[in-house]
């Protein structure tokens, strides 16, 4: 980071350049400056927020701000203080900043280090090792996710792969809590990534993770699981619903729940014969999975969040890109427990979908 710095203030005139990282709960921009004198940066109600939130290049007086950003990923902020006036390739160096950054991170932990603000649980390191990207453009879709709590999540997690032909997505929840929830998960997210690099389609992929889990738990434990695929050529999706989490369709201006026959966690049986359902997402729609501790938290006067504030959050977010409209429905699911800690974490990924023309 201080090379890059280095090089503009050498080679564009820059009085200081810094680069701000978004911390775990896509709060605040983390100084990584060893000598940084000042606070971290809130991504509310700030110039460098402004740029991070609206992935713009947000110009000052005397700097500019860019957003440090890889395929829909948002790693963080490059401030550059240029009393003479941005060069015209700065936009350029902080997309080859950003890339930099996102392939220096796997193999060192210094980002991971900074971009905590407060130590994580054990069981938090488990499942954010576990994590793919949180967030992907392409083509045909945007995709995003969020955990919460961001530094104490136990056994809800998402994962996602994609090929020249389909997308897969998961959302699962692990019963329990702690080290034994995320242990848990680790194991079935293992089993379906298994499957599925092996070729297989989601009917089997659930199979061997119910068949894993079985192995180990003997039906005492279990995984809520929801299982997409994508057609990327024609929209059609094929689910396999195991389990708690709940897909919510944003199409035109009208908000609903799409539901599925319900089949076993993954790991009760050991034998369960999983069955694809389908329907057709169509260009502009978004699609919205929440895990039970979504849908299912109650404020501190008993009233389900997914009553109604789910919706108004889901509505309220919905001209936002997905990795912003996530981190603002995390941060109104956390303002309805009205300062209370929720008592079960939860996962919130969103999809927008563009389909191939």
């Given at each position: ?96 900043l950003a890339r930099a950054v996102k392939i220096a991170d796997q193999g060192t932990d210094l980002y991971r280090r900074l971009r905590r603000r407060t130590r994580l ?30 530094y104490a999540v136990w056994g809800d997690t998402f994962d996602w792969s994609v090929s020249a032909e389909t997308l897969t997505l998961t959302v699962s929840n692990g ?140 509505r309220a977010t919905r001209l936002q890109d997905p990795p912003e409209a996530v981190r603002t429905m995390i941060r109104h699911f956390v303002d309805y427990h009205e ?19």
């Amino acid at each position: 980071m201080e090379a890059a710095t280095g090089l503009l203030e050498r080679r564009a005139g820059a009085t200081a350049a810094e680069i701000l990282l978004i911390d775990y709960r896509q709060a605040f921009l983390v100084r990584t400056a060893k000598d940084a004198q000042d606070g971290d940066v809130p991504v509310d109600n700030t110039v460098q927020g402004h740029a991070f939130a609206a992935q713009r290049v947000v110009p000052e007086k005397d700097a500019v701000h860019l957003p440090l950003t890889v395929k829909g990923e948002r790693l963080g902020v490059l401030t550059v203080r240029v009393p003479d006036g941005a060069p015209d390739w700065l936009e350029e160096f902080a997309a080859v900043l950003a890339r930099a950054v996102k392939i220096a991170d796997q193999g060192t932990d210094l980002y991971r280090r900074l971009r905590r603000r407060t130590r994580l649980t054990l069981a938090a390191e488990m499942q954010w090792d576990l994590l793919p990207a949180p967030a992907y453009d392409a083509a045909e879709f945007r995709f995003a996710g969020q955990l919460e709590p961001a530094y104490a999540v136990w056994g809800d997690t998402f994962d996602w792969s994609v090929s020249a032909e389909t997308l897969t997505l998961t959302v699962s929840n692990g019963m329990g809590s702690g080290t034994a929830a995320a242990a848990l998960t680790h194991l079935g997210v293992s089993a379906l990534r298994n499957a599925r690099r092996s070729g297989a389609g989601i009917a089997e992929q659930a199979a061997l993770g119910d068949q894993t889990l079985y192995a180990r738990y003997r039906g005492e434990q279990h995984v809520a699981t929801l299982l997409m695929e994508f057609g990327l050529d024609t929209g059609l999706v094929r689910v396999v619903d195991a389990g708690s989490p709940r897909i919510y369709r944003m199409r035109g201006g009208a908000t609903d729940g799409i539901g599925f026959d319900a089949q076993m966690p993954l790991g009760m049986f050991g034998d369960t014969r999983y069955t694809t359902e389908e329907f057709t997402v169509e260009r502009g729609e978004r699609l919205v999975v929440v895990s039970d501790g979504v849908h299912a938290a109650e404020s501190p006067s008993g009233v389900p969040y997914g009553r109604s504030a789910l919706f108004q959050a889901l509505r309220a977010t919905r001209l936002q890109d997905p990795p912003e409209a996530v981190r603002t429905m995390i941060r109104h699911f956390v303002d309805y427990h009205e300062g209370m800690s929720p008592v079960d974490d939860a996962v919130i990924v969103c999809i927008d979908w563009t389909g191939r023309a």
